[in-house]
């Protein structure tokens, strides 16, 4: 109990109890290290006889003189943002089942078709096919928040100036170690066209057309990747009416208000209910 009542006689932390026995601290008043140190170690007490697990704290950038005190107290480096960094440490002498930061990029590529059967693709002014002559696909990434349908569109829009509407994800790729060690979630999707007049945005994107869908196919650099040739596949085989894809349903959950979109065949669950 003198140990208790000492951690008591101390300012301790604000901090907010998360889902899994630990806690949350968003440091936000100035103070010099010493003071923090003093105050952290008597609210790490406090916690560990309240039994806590995992402490998480926000550290925002105007006290970033704190980091050092603090990985020096044992907490390590969970994530950052333009606007903070979050620390976390383990309290049990037992393995630390704190989950690890996020470990996927999500990206969008999009495979627009107009009446003639001509395909709307693009070459890079940048990146990885910068001076090939390859001409692609749209591709992007989804930003936080973004519904992978949404960002499609998106990104139709911006590189080439085309308005469209969400048909489908035909398909999805997953890889690894491809962006800062991080694995990435790739979803092939099939637009609409809802105009078609091109405006290529220059930053990015040297060149922008509608081209014939053999004609693309048929670049030996498309020719060359088992990936695109199965892309490619896929695309020919929804151009013929024999593949369906996942189309976007509106749903909610027992554990959230919030709208989000469940991806299934609606037309094969269609068939199935009716039989």
């Not at 402490?55 to 950038?61: A, T």
């Not at 936080?144 to 499609?152: F, K, L, M």
């Not at 596949?233 to 208000?257: E, H, I, R, W």
Request: aromatic residues 10%; negative net charge; glycine residues 6%.
């Amino acid at each position: 109990m003198a140990a208790e009542d000492q951690v008591q006689r101390v300012n301790l932390l604000t901090s907010t109890d998360d889902n899994y026995g630990g806690v949350i601290v968003e440091l936000d008043q100035h103070m010099d290290s010493a003071t923090f140190v003093s105050i952290l170690r008597a609210s790490v007490s406090h916690w560990k006889l309240l039994g806590k697990k995992g402490v998480w704290i926000k550290l925002p950038i105007h006290l970033v003189n704190l980091v050092e005190a603090l990985v020096k107290e044992g907490f390590w480096y969970h994530h950052a943002e333009p606007k903070y960094l979050m620390l976390v440490y383990w309290i049990p002498e037992s393995p630390s089942t704190i989950p690890a930061n996020a470990t996927h990029r999500v990206g969008v590529g999009s495979f627009v078709m107009n009446e003639k059967q001509e395909v709307l693709v693009v070459q890079e002014n940048s990146g990885l096919f910068q001076g090939t002559g390859v001409w692609k696909f749209p591709t992007g990434v989804v930003d936080q928040g973004e519904d992978i349908c949404v960002a499609a569109v998106r990104e139709v829009k911006e590189e080439t100036g085309v308005d469209s509407e969400f048909v489908e994800v035909l398909a999805f790729r997953q890889s690894h170690n491809s962006f800062f060690e991080k694995s990435d979630l790739f979803f092939m999707c099939m637009l609409r066209p809802l105009s078609s007049d091109i405006q290529a945005q220059r930053l990015e994107i040297l060149n922008a057309q509608w081209m014939p869908f053999e004609e693309y196919a048929a670049q030996p650099f498309i020719q060359k990747s088992e990936l695109l040739k199965y892309i490619n596949d896929t695309c020919l085989a929804k151009m013929g009416g024999q593949y369906s894809g996942f189309s976007p349903v509106s749903t909610s959950s027992n554990f959230s208000d919030q709208k989000n979109y469940l991806y299934l065949s609606a037309g094969a669950l269609k068939s199935s209910n009716s039989s």
